[in-house]
């Protein structure tokens, strides 16, 4: 019986081993396969960015979104992204994007979603306008609000968001240029900087004369509510003087009224039908005179308002060398001139 039992429990040592051994051998294959592929973890990063995005926490979304679009960039990951994007107010990254998903005709998601996704590029593009930099030295880097848009000179206008943007130029040899800059939707902001050149003095050399300081031009900046004051100024005198024309004409109808026989008056309530047609121009021809000359009036004390209240700033720029010419050009004399 010992004998029996000792084989027994042999036995079933060696089925335990055999076993233990078998699983060592298939428990390296059983972790492998259930390790997630790259492609795997960024449609959990995806789905967690939508939720997170539809309980209001775009922040945190657009870092999943980011995740997922590094460890696999698909149509859907920079769609995603471009929408957290639109949501946080980054339009330029935003439209960038969303172009880049909607450029894949035939992905099954971007298809099914394209009208949403065309929409919402639509919105977006209202909210970006251009800024165009004239005059940059060559190979300057160009910045707008610290993002670099690229090194001059540039294959197109740069984009930027609608608002008040910080341009900043870095040139080779130039002091560096600082300037404030308005955008609008839609429209491209054109600027011509003022660029000094940076003055290398040699070691130990002074001017006979003596030092000197910089010579300093005033450099004229208009205000964009100035130009608005302007034409609304403009158009409240054009319509004053169109609602006085309105009035005279009312007058000559007046008048052919009262000098034909036929009229029996304005009390009378039986007009013959040339006389309600004068009284007809009378009523339609006050009408106009009196509401062109009041938004006549409103126009241009508006207009006069914006003038007076935005006046020209002047900026003094530290230059060296002055160099300038004037002349004919189109219908009128302009001068121009660069500075040093």
Not at 121 to 148: C, H, K, S, W
Not at 217 to 223: L, W
Not at 258 to 276: R, V, W, Y
Not at 277 to 293: D, E
Request: aromatic share 6%; glycine share 12%; net charge positive.
């Amino acid at each position: 019986m010992q004998r029996n039992a000792r084989t027994s429990f042999s036995s079933l040592t060696s089925l335990t081993s055999l076993v233990f051994l078998g699983g060592l051998v298939l428990l390296p294959h059983s972790v492998v396969a259930a390790e997630p592929s790259a492609k795997e973890r960024a449609a959990t990063l995806l789905q967690e960015g939508v939720q997170r995005r539809a309980e209001g926490n775009d922040e945190r979304a657009l870092l999943l979104f980011r995740q997922a679009d590094a460890l696999d960039s698909t149509p859907k990951s920079r769609a995603q992204l471009a929408l957290a994007e639109q949501s946080l107010g980054m339009w330029v990254a935003a439209e960038k994007h969303l172009r880049d998903a909607l450029a894949q005709v035939g992905d099954p998601w971007i298809e099914k979603n394209r009208a949403l996704l065309e929409s919402s590029l639509g919105r977006i593009t209202a909210e970006l306008g251009f800024v165009d930099l004239m005059g940059v030295p060559q190979g300057a880097e160009i910045f707008v609000d610290g993002e670099r848009v690229g090194r001059s000179p540039l294959d197109a206008p740069a984009r930027a968001a609608a608002g008040t943007r910080l341009v900043e130029v870095k040139a080779a040899g130039y002091e560096p240029y600082t300037r404030r800059i308005v955008v609008r939707g839609g429209e491209v902001s054109r600027e011509r900087g003022v660029f000094v050149k940076q003055r290398v003095e040699e070691p130990g050399a002074r001017s006979a004369a003596g030092p000197t300081g910089p010579r300093y031009v005033e450099v004229s900046s208009a205000s964009p509510w100035r130009t608005v004051g302007w034409v609304g100024l403009g158009a409240g005198v054009a319509a004053g003087l169109f609602g006085a024309a309105g009035l005279a004409i009312r007058q000559n109808y007046v008048d052919n009224y009262n000098t034909d026989g036929s009229c029996p008056g304005t009390s009378s309530t039986a007009q013959p039908l040339a006389c309600a047609s004068r009284q007809s121009s009378v009523s339609r021809w006050t009408a106009i005179g009196v509401a062109s000359l009041v938004s006549g009036g409103v126009l241009a004390a508006a207009g006069l308002t914006f003038v007076l209240a935005s006046p020209n700033t002047r900026t003094k720029v530290a230059v060296s060398k002055i160099e300038g010419s004037c002349g004919l050009a189109g219908a009128g004399f302009s001068c121009g001139g660069t500075f040093q």
